[in-house]
């Protein structure tokens, strides 16, 4: 059984727990978290130990009537693989803890990506993470166009890809966050960092990437144009697009029109946290002009990472191939309307 330990238990910390107390190949050391809130309490509630990350907090788990297993130097010690999902720069700073106990470390899309071995998709480079110390696995949307242009480059070649992503301001527990009533090029300049982030998976693919900020909190939503070295059909896109079991075709017959009825879908079919692993890409958008490809993709940002956390923790100990690993991830999670 592979141990695996989490530091950082937030958005994406507590989601990357859920997922690997379901593989039949892990077991959940623990989870570290740097104060007592709501969260903290669940993961005790779920059996999960908590391990406290900062010495001088400790009491604050004792006031608030919290039993901590230990500090996070004993959760780091007892796993074969940590996930680090602290906030931004955080993780580059817990490294050297983790070198400290030669424990290979995962991190988030916040994190540089000069500082780790290797950024990794499963979909996409699944092998370059095995035997890495430290490894990357890229943000929500970098995951949502890796995942989308790995088919498309396989099968066509891709000339060039123009994208257009409108990002949520923040996520539904980010009450600090902006806009509250604007829509803001963000930034301004291009290309935003997404493309290049896209070039940390696929060295040599040609894109340009513009962003923009909504006020919204439920989902990004990409408009995407890729140019195509051989031109396909649009029925054999779909095909294609459609055997990829974290590509979500949403089918013109379910009415969904936007990403408010794409998470009242997610709560329909009983998804944990209303969440959506895959991306979401609307099947009548998938259009052929010349030698272009234009589609629109969803993304949700809480959740689409971490599959893609888990079949990380099998491709730095070499336990699976990539398609062994994202078949088990995907099962044990229920991936794939
Ligand atoms: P978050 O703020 O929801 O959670 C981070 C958690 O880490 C919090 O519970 C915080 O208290 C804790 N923490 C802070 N400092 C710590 C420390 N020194 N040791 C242990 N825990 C500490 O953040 P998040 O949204 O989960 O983001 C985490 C990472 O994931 C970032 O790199 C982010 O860019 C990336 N990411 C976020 C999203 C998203 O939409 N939320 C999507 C993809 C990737």
């Known amino acids: 059984m592979i141990q695996v330990g989490i530091n950082g238990y937030g958005t994406i910390g507590k989601r990357v727990a859920d997922a690997v107390e379901a593989q039949p190949d892990m077991e959940l050391v623990g989870v570290a978290k740097t104060r007592p809130n709501h969260e903290a309490e669940t993961a005790v509630e779920k059996g999960y130990p908590l391990y406290y990350a900062v010495d001088e907090r400790e009491h604050l788990f004792g006031e608030a ?17 940590v996930v680090d999902a602290c906030p931004s720069g955080i993780g580059e700073q817990n490294s050297a803890m983790y070198d400290e106990y030669d424990t290979p470390a995962l991190y988030q899309g916040g994190e540089d990506a000069d500082f780790v071995d290797a950024s990794f998709n499963a979909r996409s480079n699944f092998a370059e993470a095995e035997g890495a110390d430290h490894v990357r696995v890229v943000s929500c949307n970098t995951t949502g166009l890796s995942r989308l242009l790995a088919p498309l480059q396989e099968a066509y070649g891709v000339e060039k890809a123009r994208v257009t992503l409108v990002r949520r301001g923040g996520d539904p527990g980010q009450t600090g966050r902006g806009p509250i009533n604007d829509i803001l090029p963000n930034p301004v300049t291009l290309p935003s960092h997404h493309g290049p982030d896209v070039n940390t998976i696929f060295p040599d693919l040609n894109i340009d990437t513009l962003g923009m900020k ?37 089918p013109p017959a379910y009415d969904i029109d936007g990403a408010g009825k794409l998470k009242e879908f997610a709560m329909d079919r009983g998804r ?39 079949d990380a923790i099998r491709a730095v100990l070499g336990e699976a191939d990539a398609a062994e690993s994202m078949a088990r991830t995907d099962e044990a999670m229920g991936v794939g309307f």
């Open 272 to 310: 944990p946290r209303a969440d959506i692993w895959e991306n979401c890409i609307w099947e009548e958008s998938i259009s052929i002009e010349d030698d272009d490809l234009y589609l629109f993709q969803a993304i949700h940002q809480e959740s689409d990472v971490v599959p893609e956390n888990v």
């Open 214 to 250: 909504v006020p919204a909190t439920l989902m990004h939503t990409h408009s995407v144009n890729v140019q195509l070295e051989e031109v396909p059909s649009e029925d054999e896109v779909r095909d294609l697009l459609a055997a990829e079991d974290r590509l979500f075709l949403i």
């Open 65 to 81: 009537g919290i039993e901590v297993a230990g500090p996070v130097e004993e959760l780091v010690a007892a796993s074969d693989v």
